[in-house]
Each structure stands twice: as structure tokens, then as C-alpha cells.
């Protein structure tokens, strides 16, 4: 491994002290701090930003380690760079030139949610990196195979792998395994992943043995396809780095580039069929074999222009689902709890901007009724998100007193809904006729109104939280003066003392 660290990039090396000091790692010299005590007399660990030390400070370091378990967690680090390096030098190397494939590795890539969503925590136990190598036979290879999972809540909040299935070019099925889950299962999700009880109880592989499949699968370079792929892969905990996935390289014209087709929607526009019925569970074959289907159509047709935007009714998994949004980073995910009201988890979403000054979360209920419900209870002023989502803005008050502010937006588009509404207030026109029609009319343009309100509420709400931010700066500059105020006289002093001294030496 020396040489590998020898030959490695700050940035990696930087990642890698990082991450053993948040694990607290301990090579022969101890911790990074205890390192830096002995290994910078000067400064010693008062300067323990790994960023902030030279590359010799950080190889010497990592090179302290030994242990078999240690190598195998920087070893992984390593190979995960490597393959984003590979990939990357390809995509460089063939501009101009590469293959349809390899240009849908590269639309992947370049889409501005990749690096959110696959940024994975690989050197986590039980995490697979695969290994790409740099042979030109490996970095263009155009075989393909489309994946897809289900998952089921387990004890804890977790989801656990119980289906996987694995399709071909050809559509021939090279893996389709019901996967026996390491946690107690809360929740199957029948009517979602068409999965029950007795699937599992013959279920003999372990996510480890899927893990292995699926490396004979894409051990020669082979693409890995899919919907939303990331999810599929936090699934398998699988790190893989030549990847399509059909929710980036197709878009919708004239809405914003994190607003993806659904693979149901896209099938309807793309292949002419839907995936499945309305209400029907997921098919793991079914939506592999579309996925690959997809990437064949947009292989053979080309596919550039966006396609139209249709209103679709969302999962019924994320339907259960709540987004607290613009929630400042002191505030503790447990406040949570005090402001939604109802039986939920939560999830960390992963943050945008390593250094930003909000977190997001998802709260997650049994079902899109709960969730629902727990909306209409929030206390806050309702309004909508950029994309027409509704949302609320809330101000609460800490269990230390402290004030705080967040949103809690749903998951549906309101144009989805609107669109039924619209269906419905359609068909009471015809029954009712012109009186009702009217009425509704009124009713509408009451409810334009108050839209109004709400986003001047909106603004009101951000101006209030603005001006307490101000205020504790302002709070901060009148310290850091005081500060500065007592080093002067501090200084002072001392020339002082020195102009004395001077004197009674008669200098």
C-alpha cells in the first residue's frame, strides 16, 4: 500500500486522514493528533486540518498503519478513486470519439445530481468497490446489464435487500434471487414490492452472495443500467463506477433538471406501454428489462429532445414521505420529532455543500394517509416550492429556547393534482351546470388570492430569520472589538515596560 500512498493525490490523501480521524483510527503513533504532537514539534496538533498540511505530513501518517482491517478500509478508499479516475480519463481521452455507450456514462455523469446521489460510503463495512481496470479492453467495453431491486423496512429504520434481478442486452435474465434480509422485517411493502412473507422463507442467499453475482457480473468492465440506480446500489451496497441510469439521460422540456421522468412515464413516452397498471406492485424483471429497453431506444433513435411533461402520480413510498428543508445545522435531528406530529423516521438527506448552513431530511411514515395527515397538523404558513409543491414555513422554539425556523414540503407536484381536481370540478360541471360552474369559478379565483398572503408571509418569515443572523454578527464584531480593544492596551503596556527599561539601562 506505501506506494499507492506515495503516488496518491492530496485530495485523496486529505479524505483519507479525514475519515480515520472521524473514526478514530490509531496507527503506531497514536491518533492523527497525537501524530502531529510528535511529528511537528512547532505546532504540534493546533493545525489538524489535514488540508492545511503538506503531502509528506500525510503519507507519514497513513504509512503508521498495519493492521490487515485498517489496509482493507484505505485500500477501498483507493480503489473508489481509482475507478472515478478511470472512467473520467476515458471520457477525456475518447472526447469526440467515444462510443453511444460511453456517451451515456458521460450524461450520467455530468448531470448536476450524480455527485449527490452516488456519492456512496463505500469504505463502510460491508460496502463492494468493484475494480475497473485501465486496460482500454476494460474502460471501452459496451456489454450491458440492467438491474433492479426491492426493498423492505427492517428493525432500526433501515431498508434491506430482499429481490434482485439483473437483465442482459438481450433481455435474458442472468440473475433473479430473493434475498434473505439480516434484520427483522417491520414492514414488507406488499403492495408495492408484490414481495410477502413466504417469498422469504426459502430464501437462502445473503446480500453478500448477491454481492459476489454481481461482481462476476460486471467483472470485465460491463455497464451497469438502471432507474434511479443510486437507490439500487445503497441496496446492494455496491460501488460501481460505469453506470447509465434512464432518470438522468432523459429529461422534460421546460421544467427543472431535478424534476426526473418516473420509468413508468418514460415507458409511456418513450416505449408506448406502461410498466404497470395503476396500484399494480413493482416487478423487479419488468423493470430491469425497461430500463434496458430505454437505453437500447436511445442507443438506436438518438432521443436528444426533452420529452413532454406528463402528470403522474408519484410511489406510494414516496407519497408517505415528508421533506424538512432549510433546517439550520445546530438544530438537532431529535427536535424533529417535536415539530411533526405522528409515527415517523427520519433520514439525513445528504448535503449539497459540505460547508452549508442547512441539512434536509426526510420524514417517513407507514403510508401517504399518515403523512398526510401529520401536514395538515404542522402549525406553519402554507405556500408552494419553486417546482408548485405545497409546503409550510415553520417557526418553533428549541428545547434550549432557542428560536429556529425550517420547511416541510410534500412530495406530489400540485400540478399533478391540480389535474385531477380539474378532472373532477369538469365532471360537476356537467352535472351541475353554469351555477355551480360559477361558484367554482369564485372559489378558484378566492384561492389565487391567497396565494398571495402566504408568499408575502414567506418573505416576511425570511426577512425575520435574515435579521437575526445580522444580529448575531453584530453580537460577534462587538466581541472580536472588545477583543481587539484589550490586546491594544495589552500592547501598550508592554511598550511601556519596554520605554522604561530602556531608560533605567540608559539606552
Known sequence: MDSSIVNAEKEVLVEMVKLAQKRGMEGSKGTWKNFLNTYDRKFGSSLSDPSKRPVDALVSFLKTFSKEEDLKFFAKIFQCHANRKVVEESKTKSHGNESPEQ????????????????????????????????????????????????????????????????????????????????????????????????????????????????????????????????????????????????????????????????????????????????????????????????????????????????????????????????????????????????????????????????????????????????????????????????????????????SASLHVRKMAYADSLSQVTSRKRSSQFEISGDSKKSKTDEKTEDKEMEVKPNECEDHKIEIERLKEVLSQRDNELSSLQKVMSQRDKEISTLHTIISNLTRKQGL
Open 103 to 402: 456517451r451515456l456514462i458521460s450524461l450520467t455523469l455530468e448531470h448536476p445530481q450524480y455527485l449527490l446521489d452516488y456519492s456512496f460510503p463505500s469504505h463502510e463495512e460491508g460496502w463492494v468497490v468493484t475494480k475497473i481496470r485501465q486496460k482500454s479492453k476494460f474502460t471501452r467495453s459496451n456489454a450491458m446489464v440492467a438491474v433492479d431491486c426491492e426493498m423492505v423496512l427492517c428493525e432500526g429504520g433501515t431498508e434491506g435487500l430482499v429481490r434482485v434481478c439483473v437483465v442482459d442486452r438481450n433481455l435474458q435474465v442472468k440473475l433473479n434471487e430473493f434475498v434473505k434480509p439480516d434484520k427483522a422485517v417491520v414492514d414488507y411493502r406488499t403492495e408495492i414490492t408484490g414481495i410477502c412473507e413466504k417469498d422469504l422463507d426459502e430464501a437462502t442467499s445473503s446480500l453478500a452472495d448477491i454481492q459476489r453475482s454481481m461482481q462476476k457480473l460486471l467483472s470485465h468492465g460491463a455497464i451497469l443500467v438502471g432507474h434511479s440506480l443510486h437507490n439500487d446500489l445503497k441496496a446492494l451496497k455496491l460501488d460501481h463506477a460505469r453506470v447509465i441510469d434512464t432518470a438522468f439521460i432523459f429529461k422534460y422540456e421546460n421544467q427543472p433538471m431535478n424534476r426526473r421522468p418516473s420509468l413508468n412515464n418514460l415507458c409511456k413516452s418513450i416505449l408506448g406501454y406502461e410498466v404497470r397498471r395503476k396500484g399494480a406492485p413493482h416487478n423487479c424483471v419488468d423493470d430491469a428489462s425497461a430500463a434496458m429497453k430505454l437505453v437500447l431506444a436511445k442507443l438506436e433513435q438518438g432521443l436528444d429532445d426533452a420529452i413532454p411533461c406528463v402528470h403522474e402520480d408519484l410511489p406510494a413510498n414516496e407519497m408517505a414521505k415528508l421533506l424538512l428543508h432549510k433546517i439550520p445545522n445546530d438544530v438537532p435531528i431529535e427536535e424533529l420529532y417535536r415539530i411533526v406530529p405522528g409515527k415517523f423516521t427520519t433520514e439525513v438527506q445528504p448535503m449539497k455543500k459540505a460547508r452549508g448552513e442547512y441539512y434536509s431530511a426526510l420524514a417517513i411514515f407507514r403510508n401517504s394517509q399518515k403523512a398526510s395527515e401529520a401536514f395538515e397538523k404542522i402549525p406553519g404558513i402554507l405556500g408552494k416550492d419553486s417546482s408548485g409543491r405545497s409546503q409550510k414555513s415553520v417557526s418553533f422554539q428549541l428545547s434550549t429556547g432557542a
